[in-house]
């Protein structure tokens, strides 16, 4: 049974007298950070010298380094990209955090691959954002929520989840709606989403662009069809507010019939779910960790060459060409 947590649910009255490290201050660090310290919570920033220190300490956070930072903390939010926490937590965390301290992620994806092992006598919680951090602190400000994944890992204390639920309050999740995962259901998830579903999308999108070109389409207007109109990004919108069917109404009958009509023929059912099933299978037994390990062991090199590619790709002059005729448009109307 599916847990779910809102306001009612959660006390910040947990962290009080409770110093909250956020580590990193990027996407998420910063919009936590400043709902943290809107909910009253005292909140520390760690970090490397750069750009996001100034930008913290212009905020009005005192800021120090990581490992400083989370010595002074009760509860260290790692909030730093993930490819990099298993190493920042071995030079910085693993020697600093202390029994009863709580480590935080907003992924998974590291405790469920068992990269970064914390000691048996510190909490580990996940609060997850289903949200990038521009939106968590938009939502926040205009007195909403972004939905969140609370899961617990370790709770030496017995109070692990009091704790993420507190935080989860703290950044206004359970003014939405905090969903209880597990690190591995959340990851998993997140990794086949990207992998099995996004990939779709993206392969969708660019086969059907350099099909249509290649009969005779001008590149421009195909783009625009595509999803340079936002009419597609829009429909998305539509699904998740009035529901993934019932947004068909707002489509003309034609088009209603078109799609129904032909997804099993284009993309046939059973075909698509072989897919996501050996995805999920690849990502389970670890065999996706140990690729991604390995390309980063190897500098990313097919990583960037993939990147590199798609960079390449005619599509990008198609949107130049798109843009500056976009702002011609505008111009001209102004
Ligand atoms: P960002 O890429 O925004 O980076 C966060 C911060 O980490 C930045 O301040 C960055 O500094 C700093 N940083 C980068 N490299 C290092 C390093 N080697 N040592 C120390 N600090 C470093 O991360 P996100 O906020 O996107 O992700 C943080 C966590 O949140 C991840 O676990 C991610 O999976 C999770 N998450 C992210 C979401 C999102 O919307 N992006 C949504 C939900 C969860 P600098 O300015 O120097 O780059």
Known sequence: MLRVYRDEDA?????????VAVIGYGNQGRA????LRDSAIDVVVGSIRDASAERARADG???ASIAET????DVVMLLIPDEVQRDVYDRELSQTLQGGNTLVFAHGYNVRFRLIKPPDDVDVVMLAPRMIGKVVRDLFVS????????????DPSGNAMATALALAKG????RSAVIEQSFAE??????????AVDSALHQVLVTAYEGLVEAGFAPEVVAMELYASRELAETMKEMAEVGFFEQMRLHSQTSQYGSLAYAESVLPTEHYR???RQRLSAVRSGEFAREWAEEERGGYKRFNQLRDAALAHPLNDTERRLRAMTADENAADT
């Open 11 to 19: 006390d910040l009255t947990t962290l009080e007298g409770k110093r």
């Open 32 to 35: 936590q950070g400043l709902n």
């Open 61 to 63: 956070f005192a800021v």
């Open 70 to 73: 989370a010595a002074g903390a």
């Open 143 to 154: 007195g909403s929520g972004a939905v969140a994944y609370v899961g617990v890992h370790q």
């Open 171 to 174: 950044i206004g999740a359970t």
């Open 186 to 195: 959340e990851t998993e998830l997140d990794l086949v989403m990207e992998q």
């Open 274 to 276: 072989q897919q996501i």
